[in-house]
């Protein structure tokens, strides 16, 4: 062991020097947080972080481009996730009574613009969607469409239960040849001018009975005029997140049709998933 008076005297001559003094048997020095403890010479440094790990600078954010806002390249060229509040009527759709739906508006200041939807699965001679107004079921009919198992789809704007024979009913098919994809129906706007309108399924929600939609103008797919975007797994009363256009050229109607086309488009949807859940080759596993 060297004494401590030989240590200093060696240093004092290496400082005259300019010599690195290196001490025989010097023993290892502990601290009481290991962080301070020299690393063994045998044991590897830590490998440097990946980029993946690294945190960001937040001064290379600034001036670089934004980030996408949409989740796929699908949402991206439909437009869906756009964030723009004085353009479009936000609604929360939540489930009520077994099938049926109530939509409410994000505002819930907005008390005209309150909605309940009554769906009714296969009855004969009977509209499969009622849309009305309000909360309750008892709300007063602004419309109704018939899906029927076999046959084409159709939708009116008025009063069902007081004067359904004043309605003027419009076609609504779809136009895939193996999917359900894409639904097709036309409508007269406010200036007299008949145009045709398509529902598209952007996406299919894993283990749901609905998919994401969005409204567009055929021959003007850029503009989304109305999307829908499904809780998927996540739902328990919610069911999703629907977004309205306001265009005034199409009068004020437009609304009506536009709630009773997507809700057609989703009873449709269900209905495929409650046969192909209860259906035999379900039951029997094939």
Not at 82 to 111: K, Q
Request: glycine share 8%; proline share 5%; charged share 25%.
């Amino acid at each position: 062991m060297v004494e401590l008076r030989d240590r200093i005297a060696a240093i004092q001559a290496a400082l005259e020097t300019d010599q690195e003094v290196e001490f025989a048997n010097t023993p290892p020095r502990h601290s009481l947080d290991h962080r301070f403890d020299k690393t063994a010479p045998e044991v590897d440094a830590a490998p440097a972080p990946t980029p993946a790990k690294e945190k960001a600078n937040p001064f290379e954010s600034v001036g670089a481009p934004p980030k996408s806002q949409y989740y796929d390249s699908v949402a991206a060229a439909f437009g869906l996730g756009i964030l723009d509040e004085e353009e479009f009527t936000e609604y929360i759709v939540y489930d009520a009574f077994v099938t049926n739906l109530r939509i409410c508006p994000l505002n819930l200041t907005d008390t005209g613009h309150y909605y309940y939807v009554e769906h009714r699965s296969f009855l004969p001679n009977v509209p499969g969607v009622i849309l009305r107004h309000g909360t309750e079921k008892s709300g007063k009919s602004l419309g109704a469409a018939h899906i029927p198992l076999q046959g084409k789809n159709t939708f009116g704007v008025g009063d069902y239960d007081g004067r359904p024979h004043e309605m003027v009913w419009e076609r609504m098919g779809n136009t895939g040849f193996w999917t359900h994809m894409k639904y097709e129906f036309e409508h007269e706007i406010a200036a007299g001018v008949r145009k045709t309108f398509n529902w598209i399924r952007t996406r299919n929600n894993i283990m749901d009975d609905q998919g994401d939609l969005v409204l567009v103008e055929q021959g003007r797919e850029y503009l989304v005029l109305c999307e829908y975007l499904g809780k998927g797994l996540l739902k328990w009363k919610k069911r999703g997140r629907l977004r309205i256009r306001t265009v005034e050229a199409f009068g004020e109607s437009w609304e009506i049709v536009v709630l009773l086309t997507w809700a057609s488009v989703i009873e449709l949807s269900r209905r495929r998933a409650r046969i192909r859940r209860y259906s035999p080759t379900h039951l029997i596993g094939i």
